[in-house]
């Protein structure tokens, strides 16, 4: 039992590595597909909201879609339509926008299942080990994320076709998640559902219930999406760097991450979700104080430094605490989580960049930097039942053990 559980979990980190790398070779990618397409700076936007847009219906389609099929089945089709997607956005003819846009509604749909059934496999595999595990997964994102955007630097440093750039990646990572989601391994709702009694609504979701950690996820990602559209912007325009080192805030954000997520675990055993929660949101909170009154760019990038820290914390923990909070309907209160990650990413780039024309960059750094305090108000959601789990930990559900995807 415990190599099939080893199995699973080392199978989903792969699925989170690939899908973090995935994501930084679109994202990071960006004016060189505005260039291969002709994308006007006024459409440009429009594209770019429309994948997280159709990731939001991809992951309401999939709480629909658990009911009748395992997790581990939607993530073993949904990431190889992202990534041949992905492929598909490089591939397209030049100039040949509808091309463009098949290619990254493809891409949204397929994203939208695909983070939604990762995070209901993070969420019921710590359930069956008993203890925090879900910031590894998250962890393993963020290495993804920055080996795909040192691909994407090395790509755009040789000046090679976006098709060139994405082939060899697409051609390792999709036969190795299928390989590796042989050995996914799925929960029972129904398992947990019977100790639940009636807390969290049983086997429904109420929407009251959820909505404080639907905020947490909300203002985390807009948060995130600040630093990884404003961070080079900033340094550059408003503390005088110059444009190489305007390229660092992002990478030591990313940095920061991994670290803060790799060790996140230990401090949710020790201390418990919710204090981590609350040290997350003050650090990252601190960070955005520090980089809206940098005087210089290196102050500049210690906040950064501190948000990676801060940051990282919240969104796993948000997943994590959704599953505590509907244990008999974990995947469904999952899945609609999952959609205000982009509603975040949606809000907060725009936000940003409104603030900071009319207003001033300094000061639309605080708008994040409160929004982030605001979850503090909601760092009780995050602590364990202690009358389900037992001495506020989670406790292990040996129903699910050995019970691999291969059974479907």
């Not at 979701?205 to 995130?224: E, N, Q």
Request: overall charge positive; glycine content about 14%.
């Amino acid at each position: 039992m415990t190599d099939v559980l080893r199995r699973g979990r080392a199978s989903l980190a792969f699925s989170f590595f690939a899908q973090g790398a995935t994501f930084a070779l679109l994202v990071t990618r960006i004016p060189a597909i505005q260039d291969r397409y002709g994308i006007s700076d006024g459409l440009l936007p429009v594209f770019l909201a429309a994948v997280p847009i159709l990731a939001g219906v991809g992951s309401v389609t999939t709480e629909q879609l658990v009911k009748r099929v395992r997790p581990s089945r939607l993530l073993r089709w949904s990431q190889p339509v992202v990534l041949l997607a992905l492929l598909g956005v490089g591939a397209g003819g030049s100039g040949v926008m509808a091309e463009l846009g098949l290619a990254l509604a493809a891409f949204g749909l397929a994203v939208g299942a695909l983070d939604a059934s990762m995070n209901m496999l993070g969420v019921s595999l710590q359930r069956t080990y008993g203890r925090s595990i879900m910031l590894s997964f998250h962890a393993a994102y963020s290495l993804g994320g920055i080996v795909g955007a040192s691909l994407a630097w090395a790509g755009a440093h040789w000046q090679l076709a976006l098709w060139v750039s994405y082939l060899p990646v697409v051609a390792v990572l999709l036969p190795a998640t299928l390989v590796g989601s042989r050995w996914y391994v799925d929960g029972e709702a129904g398992a947990v559902q019977e100790e639940a009694g009636g807390g969290g609504g049983g086997g429904a979701v109420v929407f009251k219930l959820l909505l404080p950690l639907c905020l947490v996820m909300t203002f985390a990602y807009i948060g995130d999406s600040t630093v990884s559209n404003w961070s080079a912007k900033y340094l550059k325009d408003v503390l005088g760097s110059s444009e190489q080192l305007a390229t660092v805030p992002y990478n030591v954000y990313m940095v920061t991450t991994l670290v803060g997520r790799a060790i996140g675990d230990f401090g949710v055993r020790r201390f418990g979700a919710a204090a981590v929660v609350r040290i997350g949101a003050l650090v990252a909170a601190g960070g955005f104080a520090v980089v809206s009154v940098a005087p210089d760019a290196w102050v500049g990038m210690l906040g950064f430094t501190l948000l990676g820290l801060g940051l990282c914390v919240l969104v796993p923990q948000t997943f994590a605490a959704a599953g505590r909070l509907f244990p008999g309907a974990s995947d469904a209160a999952i899945a609609r989580l999952n959609i205000f990650n982009y509603v975040g990413f949606l809000i907060g780039s725009p936000l940003v960049g409104a603030l900071g024309d009319t207003w001033s960059y300094r000061g639309a750094m605080l708008v994040p930097m409160v929004l982030v305090l605001v979850t503090l108000g909601y760092a009780r959601s995050f602590a364990a039942q202690p009358d389900r789990y037992g001495g506020g930990h989670e406790r292990p559900r040996t129903a699910d053990v050995g019970r691999g995807s291969n059974g479907l």
